[in-house]
């Protein structure tokens, strides 16, 4: 049996930005004490609330969000279906109104001020990212519970087994890229094929197929939406949007009004190679800077790298003209086997590894996909995905301001053309002979992220972060 069982539905997630670590995850982990509370049958009894925020989200919280996220969790509202436009204006009738509605059913006094507590400087040895949740109930009695979020969305409590699905014997249960490579050399199966035949232990294929394409269509809205929306990013550090300018120019000034013929303008202007980097640059662009302006997006594997996969795979439906939905399946599916082995074998938490837990599983994810895509074997891909890592290795994590803009938009942009520079090193190149084995990679990857200092694991407490010395505005 797999030490964990992740579907593809774990490692793409759709939610709210900026940071699935530090805003979807703790939103996740505010639903889960208000269900937990509900299931004590102690809501109604509930007279005040503290929420306490530990290490790198206390640290980086308000830049990232966290405030933002737990109060709205604690809400009742999910990042899935709540209205973007409404998560500031809702925050600040919370912090004005004095009022906090647990889960839109009990309302109770609430003092942003006095009952979120950002503990910079303690931390639990757990995990860096913890938030303690306090209930206190008109019988005198108290209800705590600590919850981490571990990257990616992922949500855990210790000795706690909620946040991953139900163990069941999986057709292919994978720890490595070596058993990876064993299954598919056994069954002849692509790799994406040998992930779906896993998704069938849960669920339909058809249901399955729905999902997938679900996520897609978010990545789409997301693309599009942030290529035609300019403006300044929220936070303070001013940050012009840049996608949209970029838009304007690769399409000439010309306007489309739907996805689909806006893709056909793009790939209408050329195959000329500044032209290619332009607008997969652009495409990244896009999602990140929606990503750091509330907007809904697609963890892949994380929100602060979540516009790596989206241009890589926009890249492939343009230049490689291949808008078809078993395509995307197929780019979606492997990328998230990928991004398995190093949340398994690593981590895919800044907090935990730095940037190259982030940008770097992103790029390899998105890298093995492209060449599973291209016709790659399934030793390529694997080789497309090392490649990809090994030239993020050491990655920091140092926003600027505790905001994720600088430098992690621009950040994803490189993550995009590694991934397809990686694919193509591979499909051209012998995988027999390669030298170092994605297993090797993602050790690697989890020794450096051991060896890190602390103050390059997003806490900005050190590099560019401190560097380029802001005041910010508290909310």
Not at 12 to 30: D, M, N, Q, V
Not at 38 to 43: G, S, Y
Not at 197 to 206: A, D, F, L, M
Not at 227 to 249: I, Q, W
Request: hydrophobic content about 40%; glycine content about 8%; proline content about 3%.
């Amino acid at each position: 049996m797999a030490k964990e069982q992740i579907s593809i539905f774990d490692m793409f997630k759709i939610g709210i930005g900026p940071s699935s670590s530090h805003t979807l995850g703790p939103w996740r982990a505010a639903q889960r004490f208000v269900e937990a509370l509900q299931k004590r049958e102690a809501l109604e009894h509930v007279q005040e609330v503290k929420i306490l925020l530990y290490g790198s989200l206390a640290k980086t919280g308000i830049g990232h969000g966290t405030d933002i996220a737990v109060l709205l969790g604690m809400s009742g509202d999910d990042p899935v279906t709540f209205d973007v436009n409404d998560v500031l204006p809702k925050v600040n009738r919370i912090k004005s109104n004095k009022k906090l509605d647990l889960g839109g059913k009990k309302e109770i006094d609430f003092s942003y001020a006095d009952d979120l507590l950002f503990l910079y400087d303690q931390s639990l040895p757990f995990h860096p990212n913890a938030v303690t949740f306090q209930a206190f109930l008109d019988n005198g009695k108290a209800i705590s519970e600590t919850y981490y979020s571990i990257g990616g969305g992922f949500v855990v409590q210790e000795n706690d087994t909620e946040s991953v699905l139900s163990e069941i014997d999986l057709p292919f249960p994978i720890d490595t890229a070596q058993e990876l490579m064993v299954s598919c050399m056994r069954t002849g199966l692509k790799i994406s094929e040998l992930v779906l035949e896993n998704e069938c232990s849960w669920r339909s294929e058809q249901e399955t197929r729905d999902g997938v394409l679900k996520i897609f269509q978010t990545i789409k809205e997301c693309i599009y939406k942030g290529c035609h929306t300019d403006g300044v990013l929220p936070g303070g550090l001013h940050v012009e949007r840049r996608a949209s300018k970029l838009n304007k120019k690769m399409l000439k000034g010309r306007e489309y009004s739907d996805f689909d013929s806006w893709v056909e303008a793009i790939r209408a202007g050329g195959r000329d190679f500044g032209y290619i980097l332009d607008c997969v640059s652009c495409f990244a662009l896009a999602v990140n800077e929606e990503n750091a302006s509330f907007g809904r997006v697609v963890t892949a594997p994380t929100n602060g790298a979540a516009g790596v996969i989206p241009a890589v795979l926009q890249y492939y439906i343009v230049f490689h003209d291949c808008y078809k939905e078993d395509k995307i399946i197929q780019f979606i599916a492997t990328a998230s086997e990928i991004g398995s082995i190093f949340k398994k074998g690593a981590t895919i938490s800044a907090a935990m590894g730095g940037c190259q837990a982030e940008i770097g599983v992103s790029s390899a994810m998105a890298a093995g996909a492209l060449t599973e895509c291209l016709g790659g074997s399934q030793r390529q891909v694997l080789m497309a995905a090392e490649i990809a890592m090994e030239h993020h290795l050491g990655l920091t994590c140092d926003p600027i301001g505790g905001l994720v803009q600088i430098p992690c938009i621009e950040r994803n942009t490189m993550g995009a053309i590694k991934a397809i520079t990686a694919a193509q090193l591979a499909l051209q190149s012998n995988p027999d002979k390669a030298k170092v084995s994605l297993d090797a990679v993602v050790s690697t990857m989890w020794d450096t992220a051991q060896d890190m200092n602390v103050k390059y694991k997003e806490t900005a407490d050190g590099g560019l972060a401190i560097k380029v010395p802001l005041s910010l505005p508290e909310c």
